[in-house]
């Protein structure tokens, strides 16, 4: 049972957007920076997003975070098949790092 | 970016211990903070801990009496021991460049270990 909630599968087709919620409480999301994660199939977690919005270098504008309150989403425009991925929510609750059970991402 | 290479036995038996070594290579272990990170098959993400260059730790609650993370600067390395090993902890470890409260911003490519006698 993850600390942060998100839903186990969406989908939309290529050139769509979709997005991907994360929810936590007061004592994770509402009071640190949210994180987010692309994990590939079969490779190693890659950095999406950080302090809830930044884009790494090298990061397309196509992918976007944004927070409210205690729930974070993670936007992805323009779909394509290669955004076939799980991708995951992180954050910090009480010196712990925590994250989200994670949502696989299906471009139909 | 830097990178980093998890080493270490694919297999451990019960009750032993896991050792893993990550290198760090194309910048400084120096100034950062460095995590691990583990993913049973089939499942999500659980971090383990985190250490300073300094050598000043962080560890998950739930392992804490199981878990020791060192650094050894001269090296450019740090490690993990995991005593007292079952099947559970069965996963693929990942090293990583942590920003704590920003996010995990470099991670190793990962390394299976199975436990099993």
């Known amino acids: 049972q993850s600390v942060l909630t998100q839903p186990p599968s969406v989908s939309a087709a290529p050139g769509q957007k979709v997005t991907i919620s994360c929810s936590g409480s007061?004592?994770?999301?509402?009071?640190?920076?949210v994180s987010w994660y692309q994990q590939l199939p079969g490779t190693a977690p890659k950095l999406l997003i950080y302090?809830?919005?930044k884009r790494p270098s090298g990061i397309p504008d196509r992918f976007s975070g944004s927070k409210s309150g205690t729930s974070a989403t993670l936007g992805i425009t323009g779909l394509q098949t290669g955004d076939e991925a799980d991708y995951y929510c992180?954050?910090?609750?009480?010196?712990?790092?925590?994250f989200g059970g994670g949502t696989k991402l299906t471009v139909l | 970016q830097v990178q980093l290479q998890e080493s270490g036995p694919g297999l451990v038996k019960p009750s032993e211990t896991l050792s893993l070594t990550c290198t760090v290579s194309?910048?400084?272990?120096?100034?950062?903070?460095w995590s691990w990170i583990r993913q049973p098959p089939g499942k999500g993400l659980e971090w383990i801990g985190y250490?300073?260059?300094?050598?000043?730790?962080n560890y998950n609650p739930s392992l804490k009496s199981r878990v020791t993370i060192s650094v050894d600067t001269s090296k450019n390395q740090f490690s993990l021991k995991l005593s007292s090993v079952t099947a559970a902890d069965t996963a693929v470890y990942y090293c990583?460049?942590?920003?704590?409260?920003?996010?995990?911003?470099?991670w190793g490519q990962g390394t299976l270990v199975t436990v099993s006698s």
């Open positions: 990583a460049r942590d920003e704590p409260i920003r996010g995990v911003m470099d």
């Open positions: 194309g910048g400084s272990i120096s100034s950062y903070y």
């Open positions: 250490i300073y260059y300094s050598g000043s730790t």
């Open positions: 007061s004592s994770n999301i509402g009071n640190n920076y």
């Open positions: 302090d809830n919005n």
């Open positions: 992180g954050t910090w609750d009480s010196s712990l790092r925590v």
